[in-house]
C-alpha cells in the first residue's frame, strides 16, 4: 500500500529524492514519516509530516539537509535529501501513522510503533 522509490548510489555531498507513493488507498489525510535502518543497526526516525503540510519534524542529524513534503493530490510524500554523508547509508522506509501525531505525546512521531502501515523500503548507499 506504500510504495517507496528514488533510491540508489551517490557520492557524498549529492542530493537524491524518495517518493512514497500510496496505492489502493488514499493516506492524504494521516500524518506520515520516513525512517531508515542501516546494516546493524536499529530502526531510526528520520522526517515526519502532518497531514496538512502544516508541521514538519526532523531528527537532529538530518536537520539543515533533508526536506519532507507532500502532495495530498498526488498522494506523495518526499524525502529531498542533500549534502550526503556516508552515516546517511540505510533502507529508507515511508510510513504512515496511526493517529495524527497532535493526539499522542510530543515526540510520538519518532516511534515505528506509532506508524500502522509501511512501505518495503528503498536502498540509499552514499560512498565516501
Known amino acids: 500500500q506504500l510504495v517507496e522509490s528514488g533510491g540508489g548510489l551517490v557520492q557524498a555531498g549529492g542530493s537524491l529524492r524518495l517518493s512514497c507513493a500510496a496505492s489502493g488507498r488514499t493516506f492524504s489525510n494521516y500524518d506520515m514519516g520516513w525512517f531508515r535502518q542501516a546494516p546493524g543497526k536499529e530502526r531510526e526516525s528520520v522526517a515526519a509530516?502532518?497531514?496538512?503540510?502544516?508541521?514538519?519534524y526532523y531528527t537532529d542529524s538530518v536537520k539543515g539537509r533533508f526536506t519532507i513534503s507532500r502532495d495530498n493530490a498526488k498522494i506523495l510524500v518526499f524525502l529531498q535529501m542533500t549534502s550526503l554523508k556516508s552515516v546517511d547509508t540505510a533502507v529508507y522506509y515511508c510510513a504512515a501513522a496511526g493517529m495524527p501525531f497532535d493526539s499522542m505525546l510530543y515526540g510520538t512521531w519518532r516511534q515505528g510503533a506509532a506508524y500502522g502501515v509501511w512501505g518495503q523500503g528503498t536502498q540509499v548507499t552514499v560512498s565516501s
Open positions: 509530516i502532518t497531514w496538512s503540510g502544516g508541521a514538519t
